[in-house]
């Protein structure tokens, strides 16, 4: 139960390769399977069996952690044979095991750690975090807050939401683009604190480059993310559409 609590609340610690793993597994008499074999199976389960699978045993979990390119499409092939029509790929930088528990399977805080209702289940993409309401307003910081303490240049480089108390689902979506300032964006602060004191640690060319460097990475992040917002308005919208009809007869 420690790996899942600890997957709930940070994610675990994901390796590149699996094959060390695949090779060490054959000692034990359950997992005598080929790997060819073992992913087979592991395709066929859904997203939800193979996250119980990882705390099966230390070589399951370090295996299906895995960001190789076996494991991936593991977990890919999972998700779309338990969810087709999330097809889309994971947002730029995510992993599928990330993307799936965010999007699919948490049902915790990522932060308290407690058990979160759908109404107050906090899926912020631009932050890559879930979380419930209290905890997204005491991890978040203003604008307002921030200018005084924080360079511009920083801040300009950094993913932000317009709003940390959205009423609805229309409001949670809401994005405010790199660079851009609508009236009060807010950042997670622990994040905001990580990339001043790594612009804090360089000199005045290094700044520059890392400024440049920070500002593509999160554009290039927020236009992945684009279309999964977009696909999860859609998808709100129908569930609306056919309660209405519903309560209408």
């Not at 997957?7 to 994901?14: C, G, L, R, S, T």
């Not at 699996?18 to 080929?34: A, E, H, V, Y």
């Not at 709100?236 to 209408?248: D, E, G, I, K």
Request: aromatic share 10%.
């Amino acid at each position: 139960m420690e790996n899942k609590e600890n997957f709930e609340n940070n994610y675990p610690v994901f390796t590149k390769d699996s094959s060390d793993t695949l090779n060490n597994m054959k000692t034990f008499p359950l997992l005598s399977l080929t790997p060819e074999i073992l992913a087979e199976i592991c395709e066929d389960l859904s997203p939800k069996d193979l996250y119980t699978l990882t705390i099966v045993c230390k070589k399951l979990r370090n295996f299906l952690w895995a960001t190789s390119g076996c494991t991936q499409q593991i977990w890919r092939k999972s998700r779309l044979l338990m969810f087709s029509l999330d097809s889309l790929l994971p947002p730029k930088g995510m992993c599928e095991q990330q993307y799936i528990w965010l999007k699919e399977l948490g049902s915790t805080c990522q932060v308290c750690r407690a058990q979160v209702d759908k109404s107050e289940r906090c899926l912020i993409w631009e932050f890559k975090r879930l979380c419930c309401r209290p905890c997204l307003s005491i991890k978040t910081t203003s604008l307002e807050d921030l200018r005084n303490n924080i360079p511009e240049e920083v801040l300009s480089c950094l993913p932000n939401v317009n709003d940390i108390k959205p009423s609805n689902f229309f409001e949670a979506c809401l994005v405010t683009l790199p660079g851009s300032r609508y009236q009060n964006p807010y950042y997670w602060t622990t994040d905001v604190y990580k990339a001043y004191r790594e612009y804090h640690a360089l000199n005045a060319n290094e700044r520059e480059k890392w400024v440049e460097k920070k500002k593509a990475e999160v554009e290039e992040f927020n236009q992945s993310i684009e279309e999964l917002k977009s696909k999860d308005m859609t998808e709100f919208l129908t569930s609306l559409m056919r309660y209405t009809m519903t309560q209408a007869n």
